[in-house]
């Protein structure tokens, strides 16, 4: 039952967020136009201008409050030293820590180097918010580098005298279409510098730079059927590789910007963008043997229905070169080996699945002693591990990891002690199967030594030479923790920071609980995270949004301390619980949790995530699923919309920015690898555009004019199919915008919808908490924040 009352004064009393002044005429405004949503008896004032103004604020709290968490580090001295940049209670401050001697000290004397560059610039510089974030020594140490306001400077560390030198030029780029890079001209020399290889009227040439005679390689190359640039020479000189490519009908996306800064009429602009089902170049490696001048042919049957051919190199003898094979379907994958002198083709190695192979986020390769052996990543066991191959037969010599966890990277490979460094998940029992941890092992697959072994996330940081490493881990509950470490068993070598979060503490933001419930097999645990806003009391009840992105090339939900927490912080401070979720069809657990998505995007994991929210209501009745929303960008996007499609009986209340919501408009890359080739009527069947007259919840669109990601006809062919079946639903187009959530305009836009349509109360007016908030901060002492 819905009891509607009017706000109550005594609560902007309570809360404390305005100046006593100022109070009356906010209770004045929105007397009228707040209305509290009480739900199961209990009177709820949530989504009030005091709410907005403690949001807004907490922007700063949690950007500028929390100290002592370096994020990057920066070696040399021949890995003997680093540096780093951190915030403390003083400000911005630089670090300087002596590996040999566990020294830590600061980088520089901040006060003098603050007075010497005013001096020299003329301009006034605050010692702990220098302009600057990257420092480079030099002259042994004596000096400073770095760059600050358009030039680069250099200070004397024992004077403090600082000159300005050079001004800095823009880095100049220019970005190549696939087949522009294939056909523009390149002078290509051979390892001997004997010769040039070119192209050159679609054709492969070659000149002898000591008589500068012209020889053609080939003849029968045309505009319809040219010769790549891209020229690969055989570490002997006597060889030459390219492609011969056969190019395919582009697929022109268009963009009208509408409201251009330089001028007042509209401007088209164009991209190439292959969309699923489009026709793809062909390419076929060619052979030349520079003596005699000969093209030797290679036999394509084995990459004849090609997706894509990639990553062709010479063997370092020039015995043969390889190249990597990706089937279009993305259900089989080689690589294969071709001989320098007769062109014939081998397959080293051969991937096949059912599904799909993740060749975007899992593939890792490194040829040993020049491909006598190959390291390489497969699922063919139903979990990401690594493998020895013999690189003559091609057959598996050893599995080096295995077990129900996953390797997520290769970190190096040791050829002389044969030994791999490697970062995994899941392997440590009674840890979240997300968390990273780092590993070295032997070829063989004995000697595996854990290089750490927290319970946390660790983000890591190796120096060059792979001796020691900065291991900062952290868990979203659980602040970070910096130290040094050897590479070679884990030890510590030295404490470095320990972050400290006691501002955060005195303003009651808490920490994401780690939530876990069953997925839809009854087996499988499900991760996600449970965000409150700082006045959370549990006696009352809260609508649940959750914050989607559910695409199959990786997980998403945060694991280290602040990463992607704060916007979820700031909407749950109008009144809600934000939540966060991996569902099945995600990456980084087993095959078979991740193949759920294949041929099936509109899964999204959605039966795991309602189980999930179910299961988080009934430990705490504070959540209310009658209630529950759902926001997300591109893949969240077509996910977001989707939830009020095709589940509209849980979720009620959707939030959809850049979303790709039929597959078959979005590139071709990422929609074929999970949706798989040819196009069929499952495509159709994922599609939001198709099953719009489902729409069963409110509904707001954002998408920008400008998003060259994902086409915005997407987002416009859904309003289109919204409109035929008579729906009711937001819309919001942002002039001028590319792939975005919607930027600030949007969130405002988004925050108060899910005000509006979850709460049940008129958001305030923007000027009006906006007001409230820069009054609020003017009248507190020394610009406190909430």
């Known amino acids: 039952m819905r009891i509607i009352t009017h706000f109550r004064l005594q609560s902007f009393l309570r809360n404390q967020l305005m100046p006593l002044q100022k109070v009356k005429k906010y209770a004045k405004i929105n007397l009228a136009i707040l209305l509290v949503i009480s739900w199961s008896g209990a009177v709820v004032a949530q989504g009030t201008v005091a709410d907005y103004q403690r949001s807004d604020a907490l922007k700063v709290v949690m950007r500028d409050k929390v100290y002592y968490n370096p994020l990057s580090f920066n070696w040399f001295d021949a890995d003997k030293q680093f540096w780093y940049v951190q915030r403390t209670p003083k400000g911005k401050e630089f670090v ?85 890079n294939e056909l523009r001209t390149r002078l290509v020399a051979s390892p001997d510098s004997n010769w040039i290889a070119y192209v050159k009227n679609y054709n492969v040439y070659l000149k002898s730079r000591q008589t500068k005679e012209e020889y053609p390689l080939s003849f029968d190359g045309s505009e319809g059927e040219y010769y790549s640039a891209d020229i690969q020479w055989a570490p002997d000189s006597k060889k030459l590789v390219t492609n011969k490519v056969r190019p395919n009908q582009k ?23 292959l969309k699923p089902g489009d026709a793809l170049p062909v390419r076929k490696p060619q052979l030349f043997l520079v003596e005699g001048r000969k093209q030797i042919p290679v036999d394509a049957s084995l990459f004849s229905h090609q997706y894509s051919l990639n990553n062709l190199r ?71 591990h690594l493998y020895l191959i013999d690189g003559k037969t091609g057959k598996v010599k050893k599995q080096i990891t295995k ?32 968390l990273l941890q780092y590993y070295c092992i032997n070829f063989n697959g004995k000697g595996l030594t854990p290089l750490t072994t927290e319970n946390a996330n660790h983000v890591i940081s190796f120096a060059k030479n792979f001796g020691y490493f900065i291991d900062s881990y952290s868990r979203v509950d659980a602040a970070p923790v910096t130290v040094l470490r050897s590479a070679t068993d884990g030890k510590e070598v030295m404490a470095l920071e320990k972050t400290d979060i006691s501002a955060l503490a005195s303003s009651n933001i808490k920490m994401p609980e780690v939530f876990t419930a069953k997925a839809r097999d009854g087996k499988t645990d499900i991760w996600g995270i449970i965000v409150r806003p700082t006045n959370f009391d549990q006696n ?46 995600t ?15 509109k899964d999204a994991g959605f039966p795991d995530r309602i189980l999930w929210m179910q299961a988080a209501a009934q430990k705490y009745p504070a959540l209310d699923i009658t209630r529950v929303g ?33 597959n078959r408009m979005d590139k071709i890359w990422w929609n074929e690898q999970w949706m798989g ?56 187009m942002v002039p001028g915008m590319g792939h975005s959530s919607g930027g600030d305009f949007g969130e405002r836009k988004r925050r108060d919808f899910f005000v509006r349509h979850l709460i049940g109360t008129q958001p305030p007016a923007w000027n009006e908490w906006d007001s409230a908030l820069r009054t609020s901060q003017t009248n507190k002492p020394n610009g406190a924040s909430n």
Not at 555 to 566: D, I, N, W
Not at 567 to 573: H, I, K, V
Not at 591 to 600: I, L, M, P, S
């Open 540 to 585: 009352k009840k809260y609508p649940v949004i959750e914050y989607i992105y559910a695409g199959p090339h990786s997980s998403f939900v945060p694991k280290s301390y602040g990463g992607g927490v704060r916007s979820l912080q700031e909407l749950a401070e109008l009144g809600f619980v934000v939540v966060q979720i991996d569902g099945m069809g």
């Open 630 to 662: 759902i926001y997300g960008t591109s893949a969240g996007g077509q996910s977001s919309a989707g939830a009020v499609i095709f589940h509209p009986e849980f979720y009620k209340v959707a939030v959809s920015s850049a979303g790709c919501h039929d």
């Open 251 to 273: 697929h022109t996306l268009y963009l009208i910007e509408s409201s251009p800064l330089d001028q007042l009429q509209p401007k088209l602009s164009t991209r190439d963008y």
């Open 314 to 384: 010479w063997r370092q003898d020039s015995r043969a070169f390889t190249f990597e094979y990706n089937e279009r379907g993305h259900q089989v994958y080689r690589v294969l080996e071709v001989d320098g002198q007769t062109g014939s083709v081998k397959p080293l190695i051969e991937e096949k699945s059912k599904t799909f192979i993740d060749y975007s986020g899992k593939k890792y390769r490194h040829d040993v002693a020049d491909g006598k052996e190959i390291i390489w990543a497969s699922e063919r066991d139903g979990w990401n």
């Open 403 to 434: 077990g129900e966890w996953v390797v997520r990277q290769v970190v190096q490979v040791d050829e002389k002690k044969q030994s791999i460094l490697f970062a995994a998940s899941g392997r440590e029992p009674g840890q979240d199967p997300y």
């Open 677 to 732: 080739y040819p196009i069929g009527q499952h495509y159709a069947e994922s599609s939001n555009v198709t099953n719009a007259h489902k729409l069963g919840g409110k509904l707001m669109l954002i998408v920008g004019e400008l998003d060259d990601n994902v086409d915005p006809a997407s987002t416009l062919q859904l309003v289109n199919s919204l409109i035929k079946a008579d729906k009711d639903f937001d819309f919001l």
């Open 587 to 601: 990456s980084n657990r087993s095959k078979a949790f991740q193949d759920v998505c294949w041929k099936n995007l």
């Open 96 to 180: 300087l820590v002596n590996v040999p001697k566990k020294e830590k000290k600061p980088a520089f004397n901040h006060e003098k180097l603050a007075e010497g560059l005013s001096a020299a610039a003329n301009k006034k510089y605050e010692s702990y918010n220098l302009p600057f974030n990257i420092i480079t020594y030099v002259q042994n140490g004596k000096e400073l580098e770095f760059v600050a306001d358009d030039y680069v400077w250099r200070c004397a560390l024992d004077t403090y005298l600082c000159q300005k030198k050079n001004k800095v030029k823009p880095e100049e780029r220019r970005y190549w279409g696939a087949a522009e």
